[in-house]
């Protein structure tokens, strides 16, 4: 959608546009081009319905509006785990196991106590690390993983020192954000620095985001881990 405007319009004038062109709020983006017609001197914008100004700032110039960025309280931000982000842990991470779980699994009747209890061992482990995604207001996910030195089945391979990512998990309100990527960046970088050869993972096969996340990060598959239900 195209709007030719008097450039000589204030912004006051350009704020009460939505208003009254009786649309839903719109962004102005940088002029296309200027026209003249006689003495009155249009420029010529492309407006874009399908973005709330509800999510942005901007700066005012003479002919358009800037995007800015986002709200600080929707910046995610990646720190180390601390106790206190367990019980958070506990309840996103049974969800998935619910979610994901096959006809032939059922969680325990315990699981609550008994994830507590595995994710508070884990906790005090040296070699595992832990990532929370964060806003100002919410936790936006978490990453789970190790690095320790593992021997084959049978054992006929030298050991090696290995990285292992447990979980990775992202709150629905928060996906195709870019969370998943970066608790991934950041626990690739901390085993590298703890010198692991390689990194090994177990992720769901049908689901595209997940299949995509792995992918552009480097991954492969390797050994696949298949089933038949009997």
């Known amino acids: ?3 030719a405007l008097d450039s000589s319009l204030m912004l006051p004038d350009l704020l009460m546009l ?3 062109l009786m649309l ?3 962004i102005i983006l940088p002029a296309l081009s200027v026209l003249h017609a006689g003495n009155l001197t249009l420029t010529l914008y492309r407006i874009n319905a399908a973005i709330s100004l509800d999510n942005f700032k901007f700066e005012f110039s003479r002919n358009f509006f800037i995007p800015v960025r986002p709200r600080t309280a929707m910046e ?3 720190r180390e785990w601390r106790r ?3 019980p958070g842990i506990q309840v996103s991470w049974l969800d998935f196991c619910r979610s994901a779980a096959r006809s032939d699994m059922r969680l325990k009747a315990d699981s609550g106590p008994a994830m507590m209890a595995w994710l508070a061992s884990r906790f005090k482990d040296h070699g595992t690390l832990g990532f929370i995604a964060e806003t100002m207001e919410a936790q936006a996910g978490f990453l789970i993983g190790r690095v320790g030195h593992w021997e084959s089945v049978p054992p006929v391979v030298e050991p090696r020192k290995m990285g292992i990512i447990d979980a990775v998990y992202v709150n629905e309100r928060f996906r195709r954000q870019g969370v998943g990527r970066r608790l991934l960046e950041r626990s690739l970088e901390v085993m590298r620095e703890r010198e692991a050869m390689a990194v090994e993972t177990i992720y769901d096969a049908w689901s595209e985001p997940s299949s995509e996340l792995w992918h552009r990060a480097g991954f492969a598959p390797w050994m696949v881990h298949a089933y038949k239900m009997l």
């Open 76 to 78: 995610i931000s990646i």
């Open 84 to 86: 206190e982000d367990l």
């Open 1 to 3: 959608m195209l709007l």
């Open 24 to 26: 839903p709020a719109l």
């Open 18 to 20: 939505p208003a009254l």
